[in-house]
């Protein structure tokens, strides 16, 4: 259904995945990879947003690296040196690309990202302001020197977190939902219970994968994305 694009990147070139509806327009919705990179996996995330009626692209931030689901090791190599200024101008020009296509609907797209994508779905939302409507952070969040000024954070924001995570745990989700919501943020974190980290993932890196528990977060995230897009 999709095809992979280039995209102007603050004066240079980025690639990724672009999926398109039945209908041929949408709502635009940028996807944000988890460590492994711009897997086939995250590829079928586009797919199935295009589906459900929305026009996602999927930024590639490791620039054509990829690590299987058998080489954690490189996964992490590969996210501990991604340079971070890259891909923040990767993301943003992913999103001026949405907001440029005929195919979208709407002055303001929404992002939807896992694990590390997670996390940069809401430093994303952050530095960006009024052009992200709606943000979809699947188990990971910024916190410590990782997290960014949240006073433009203007999206609304739908968490999707896991009960055992040890790397994004259900504390830290807690405490960072009190303080937004503190600070006037529309933000909801969902904590799925009996969840490990990774539940959504169908390729079950982690043997955590949770059927049921990726369902629920699935039509709660569209039917986010459709109220707030």
Known sequence: MGERVSFPSNGAQADGYLARPPSGSGPGVM???EWWGLVPQI????DRLADAGF??????LYHGEIAQHTEMDKAGQLM?????DRAARDMAGAVDHLLGLDAVRGERVGVVGFCMGGMLTLVVAAQLGDKIGAAVPYYGYP?????????NLSAAVLGHMAENDSFFGPEGARALEAQLRGMGKDVTFV???GTGHAFANEDNALGT???EATRRAWDQTVEFLR???
């Open 143 to 151: 916190s410590g020197d990782d997290a960014p000024d949240w006073s």
């Open 31 to 33: 996807v944000i990879q």
């Open 55 to 60: 026009v996602a692209l999927a930024p590639d």
């Open 209 to 211: 994968y949770d059927p």
């Open 43 to 46: 590829e079928r995330v586009c």
């Open 227 to 229: 109220a707030h897009l």
């Open 80 to 84: 501990s040196s991604l340079p971070m």
């Open 191 to 193: 904590i799925h219970p």
